[in-house]
């Protein structure tokens, strides 16, 4: 039942909050503003928009040595160049007043309002425009040399944060190496870069990650028991913190920490011995350890048991982080990390795979066909919160606690609690087509960023699930 209201829910509201588009935000501007507009009239033209919602008169003039434009009035009165604060929306009307008897005149970039010129000592031209577009735009004089001068300002249509966009950091689940097979030991050479990004963390959201290799989370590294591991770490000359790795594969110090704190522009290596078959989570390990995590230096690593493990027809790669911005969730704009939120674990977004939603739209999503075995690495970076994962809608057939493969799995569990730096793996076969939500059953942190779908394509069976009465 509580998976159904779930599913429910996330169907009808809560993926199309988490992902509104720019495209429907200024559709809807539109619809509220009656449609798109008309560039501004030109200079001295009676302005067909109705009355203005806000009034701005500006004055030319000379500030010591520089020229200026200067506020008349209201909150701008003089104010050198002041920034006009308004609303979408809203119709603007800008006099401009001559200070002096040279030629001047003021344009909007980007927003094709022109006033027009004043030739004369107190002469004026007004101008009205609907403030369609959100965003910051310069407003300057365009006789030659006087924006140069000094004669430029601002107009900032809408909240002082813009919707900003970064790269992509999210590792697409179904990126991992495949099985290796019935080979011996050998040697097997891992290579990491660490690399801070601006990062897409939500729409309109970006936040400075750090990744091993530019996605969170890192590289899916699988090698056997019995392997040499040489782990080569690099840290871009463009970082500013130092990066390390510890692996929960390693039997030694630190986890490999010792040999590899990496200053910007460095390369270390270390190699060690896979003794203990298992799947582990590595991750960075430089102070502040959970500021490093939390923005996004973990990953999976899996060390096979001899023969490798039972085939199945798709493997995947999830892991689980919470952040911790000092703006709201939902904020727009880059948002900055909070280390008091951090040490008071009180996060604003909760993720599979680096981003808010990650997992959810079709780029990213798990997929499967009907009658497939379906096997996830669900792993948690964290680095404070246990994930109660649960597939909506499946039931793991077999599941490895705390990521032993050398233990009897056990059958039939609907949820697993993977704590931070562990990893399961589950194990199910899909019966029916659809889309089944990947959550942490703590479910309030669906509506801060943690959901993920498996899209299964395939013939309907009604055996197992139908509509209506049993025949
Ligand atoms: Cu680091
Ligand atoms: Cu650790």
């Known amino acids: 039942m509580l998976a159904l209201t779930a599913l429910a829910c996330i169907e009808s509201t809560d993926l199309s909050k988490l992902q509104p588009t720019v495209d429907s935000l200024t559709a809807r501007l539109d619809e509220l503003t009656g449609g798109p507009v008309t560039p501004a009239a030109p200079a001295g033209a009676p302005a067909d928009l109705g009355a203005a919602d806000i009034e701005f008169t500006l004055i030319t003039g000379g500030d010591g040595h520089n020229l200026v434009f200067r506020g008349v009035g209201g909150d701008i009165d003089g104010v050198v160049n002041p920034t006009l604060v308004v609303e979408p929306g809203d119709v603007v009307q ?4 001559n200070g002096q008897p040279t030629e001047h005149d003021l344009v909007i970039d980007g927003y094709n309002v022109a006033t027009g010129s004043v030739m004369q000592m107190d002469e004026e031209r007004t101008i009205s425009f609907l403030a369609e577009q959100e965003g910051t735009f310069a407003y300057f004089c365009t006789i030659a040399g006087h924006r140069a001068a000094g004669m430029e300002g601002k107009l900032q249509v809408g909240a002082a944060t813009q919707a900003a966009a970064g790269t992509s950091v999210i590792k697409n689940p179904a990126d991992l190496p495949g099985p290796l097979g019935s080979r011996g030991p050998q040697l097997v050479e891992v290579e990491l870069v660490g690399q801070e990004v601006e990062g897409q963390l939500a729409t309109g959201a970006t936040y400075s990650y750090f990744t091993f290799n530019g996605t969170v989370p890192g590289p899916f590294i ?7 591991v040489e782990i080569t770490l690099s840290n871009e000359t463009s970082s500013a913190f130092t990066h390390s790795i510890d692996l929960h594969a390693v039997n030694g110090p630190g986890g490999g920490a010792v040999y590899t704190q990496v200053a910007p ?11 203990n078959p298992g799947i582990y989570v590595y991750h960075c390990a430089t102070p502040s350890v959970p500021h490093h995590i939390t923005s996004g230096m973990y990953g999976l690593i899996l060390i096979e048991p001899e023969g490798g493990l039972t085939p199945v027809d798709k493997e995947f790669y999830v892991m689980q982080g919470e952040i911790y911005t000092a703006e709201d969730f ?8 909070d280390p008091q939120k951090m040490a008071d674990e009180n996060p604003e977004y909760f993720v599979f795979n680096g981003a808010a939603g990650a997992l959810a739209t079709e780029e990213n999503w798990l997929t499967a066909n009907v009658g497939d075995s379906v096997r996830i690495f669900m792993g948690v970076g964290g680095p404070n919160f246990t994930s109660s994962f649960h597939v ?6 077999r599941v490895y606690p705390f990521g032993s493969v050398t233990s009897e799995p056990i059958s039939d569990v609907q949820t697993i609690s993977v704590p931070p730096g562990g990893a399961w793996i589950v194990e199910f076969t899909v019966d029916v087509p659809g889309d089944y939500i990947l959550v942490d059953h703590a479910l309030s942190r669906l509506e801060r960023g943690l959901v993920g779908i498996l899209h299964v394509e395939g013939e309907a069976n009604p055996d197992v699930f139908h509509e209506g009465e049993a025949p």
């Open 222 to 228: 699988r090698a056997r028991v019995g392997d040499t």
């Open 94 to 97: 800008i006099t401009l007043i």
């Open 392 to 397: 909506i809608g499946e039931i793991f057939d």
């Open 265 to 275: 522009g460095e390369t270390k290596v270390f190699t060690f011995q896979a003794l």
């Open 330 to 337: 939902g904020s727009q704009g880059l948002l900055t990390f």
